[in-house]
């Protein structure tokens, strides 16, 4: 008979931009530990299933670094080396349409307000 693991998935948040974005990670990160979720932080050689991309939609040079990122973390995905793949942050609050139809292989895109409802339930 098969039991079905405990384990719950780990997950790798990569923080992109801002200090805001840093703490915004930090309480995500934490959130997640609460419920007893494995974390990383920036871990490029993380085995975790799951990656939380958390980006900057101001600064010229992080909206590239946040596009580019996004766009390896898919590929990643379609390689089959991660599961899921999510988007939070400035960027993906002030570009969400756009990113959505431009990057459709991501799971979901959240914005920053939706991070702060998260916050609040």
Same mark, same amino acid.
């Given at each position: 008979?098969?039991?079905?693991?405990?384990?719950?998935?780990?997950?790798?948040?990569?923080?992109?931009? /801002?200090?805001?974005?840093?703490?915004?990670?930090?309480?995500?990160?934490?959130?997640?530990?609460?419920?007893?979720?494995?974390?990383?932080?920036?871990?490029?050689?993380?085995?975790?299933?799951?990656?939380?991309?958390?980006?900057?939609?101001?600064?010229?040079?992080?909206?590239?670094?946040?596009?580019?990122?996004?766009?390896?973390?898919? &590929?990643?995905?379609?390689?089959?080396?991660? &599961?899921?793949?999510?988007?939070?942050? /400035?960027?993906? &609050?002030?570009?969400?349409?756009?990113?959505?139809? &431009?990057?459709?292989?991501?799971?979901?895109?959240?914005?920053?307000?939706?991070?702060?409802?998260?916050?609040?339930?």
């Amino acid at each position: 008979m098969k039991t079905k693991s405990l384990n719950k998935p780990k997950v790798n948040v990569i923080t992109l931009g /801002c200090s805001k974005n840093v703490y915004d990670s930090e309480v995500l990160m934490g959130q997640l530990r609460a419920n007893n979720i494995p974390v990383s932080h920036e871990d490029d050689n993380s085995c975790a299933p799951i990656v939380i991309i958390n980006t900057c939609g101001f600064i010229d040079n992080a909206k590239q670094e946040s596009i580019n990122t996004i766009l390896e973390w898919a &590929e990643a995905k379609q390689k089959g080396l991660v &599961e899921k793949v999510y988007v939070t942050g /400035c960027l993906s &609050e002030r570009y969400k349409p756009e990113l959505k139809k &431009e990057i459709p292989d991501i799971d979901e895109y959240f914005g920053t307000h939706d991070l702060q409802s998260a916050k609040n339930t």
